[in-house]
Antibody, heavy 116, light 106 residues
Framework: QVQLTESGPGLVHPSETLSLTCTVS????????VYWVRQPSGKGLEWMGR???????SYNSALKSRLSISRDTSKNQVFLKMNSLQTDDTGTYYC??????????WGQGVMVTVSS | EIVLTQSPTTMAASPGEKVTITCRAS?????MHWFQQKSGTSPKPWIY???KLASGVPDRFSGSGSGTSYSLTISSMEAEDAATYYC?????????FGSGTKLEIK
């Protein structure tokens, strides 16, 4: 069955780089797209970017200068890197798929705190 | 960027009451998606392609709309429906979510 699992550090210091991994199972990254969505604590959802099945990427323009999404298809992993983190980047980060339809499967999320 | 405006922001409904949540887009979109999120959990797909129920969603839920106006309706509110609901447009990038509607049970 389809599963997505996020992993990464729970604490990042201000101005440092966040690195997250989304490990997928039940489908191939060369056949389906994966997206990153974040949710600041107590707030709504924000689309961050996409790794398309063909390797193309798209980014939210508000984050584009700080954000990079890549993948390793042999490991079924999609990576998110975002630099220059600030306290308002604190929140839960999710990866989600477009398997049958948009955002049909979600990971459990990883809570990231930006603090010194 | 297409801005999605949800209304109301919060509401409370009694068991059995009909509930309608609206999502208005700043430009026309082809489809609207809806997600349900309960505290401390990942969002769940609820309605996709405007009116199709995701797997496991009770049929008291329905979705409708076109152009710039979409809605999620619960025909008869139940306690388990208390949650926050978000709309999502995928017609143009960046993909955007509404700010959410928190639905509580009276």
């Amino acid at each position: 069955q389809v599963q997505l699992t996020e992993s990464g550090p729970g604490l990042v210091h201000p101005s440092e780089t966040l690195s997250l991994t989304c490990t997928v199972s039940g489908f191939s990254l060369t056949g389906y797209s994966v997206y990153w969505v974040r949710q600041p604590s107590g707030k709504g959802l924000e689309w961050m970017g996409r790794m398309r099945y063909n390797g193309d990427t798209s980014y939210n323009s508000a984050l584009k200068s700080r954000l990079s999404i890549s993948r390793d298809t042999s490991k079924n992993q999609v990576f998110l890197k975002m630099n220059s983190l600030q306290t308002d980047d604190t929140g839960t980060y999710y990866c989600t798929s477009r398997y049958n339809y948009y955002f049909d499967y979600w990971g459990q999320g990883v809570m990231v705190t930006v603090s010194s | 960027e297409i801005v999605l405006t949800q209304s109301p922001t919060t509401m409370a409904a009694s068991p059995g009451e009909k509930v309608t949540i609206t999502c208005r887009a700043s430009s026309s979109v082809s489809y609207m998606h809806w997600f349900q999120q309960k505290s401390g959990t990942s969002p769940k797909p609820w309605i996709y392609d405007t009116s199709k129920l995701a797997s496991g969603v009770p049929d008291r839920f329905s979705g409708s709309g076109s152009g710039t106006s979409y809605s999620l309706t619960i025909s008869s509110m139940e306690a388990e429906d208390a949650a926050t609901y978000y709309c999502l447009q995928r017609s143009s990038y960046p993909l955007t979510f509404g700010s959410g509607t928190k639905l509580e049970i009276k």
